[in-house]
């Protein structure tokens, strides 16, 4: 049975950082893109950042410069180093796994709340 499981998150000060942490298990393999999304309080779900089977990168702009993804590929795990937080950056936080063609069986964690402020 395909499982992603978040953890991480937490309470900071603008200014702070948290990484994020997601294991995959199950039939999540490598050759799975996966990436973060975040739902804000009456906000819809946006991609935060996303990384594929061999390591390209994408992030939103508002997240450029100051957030990290990476992918442990033996450990079947993947992170999401978040910098410069801001109080915007308040948001339930989820883990994605998709097979990177169109139809490809997709996964989501249970979430992580991320709260900035002061």
């Known amino acids: 049975q395909a499982q992603l499981v978040e953890s991480g998150g937490g309470s900071v000060q603008p200014g702070g950082s948290l990484r994020l942490s997601c294991a995959a298990s199950?039939?999540?393999?490598?050759?799975?893109?996966m990436a973060w999304h975040r739902q804000a309080p009456g906000k819809q779900r946006e991609l935060v950042a996303r990384?594929?089977?061999?390591?390209?990168?994408h992030y939103a702009d508002s997240v450029k410069g100051r957030f990290t993804i990476s992918r442990d590929m033996a450990k079947n795990t993947v992170l999401l180093q978040m910098n410069s937080l801001k109080p915007e950056d308040t948001a339930v936080y989820y883990c994605n796994a998709k097979l990177p063609y169109m139809g490809g069986a997709e996964y989501w964690g249970q979430g992580t709340q991320v709260t900035v402020s002061s």
């Open positions: 199950g039939s999540i393999d490598s050759i799975f893109t």
């Open positions: 990384i594929t089977n061999v390591g390209n990168t």
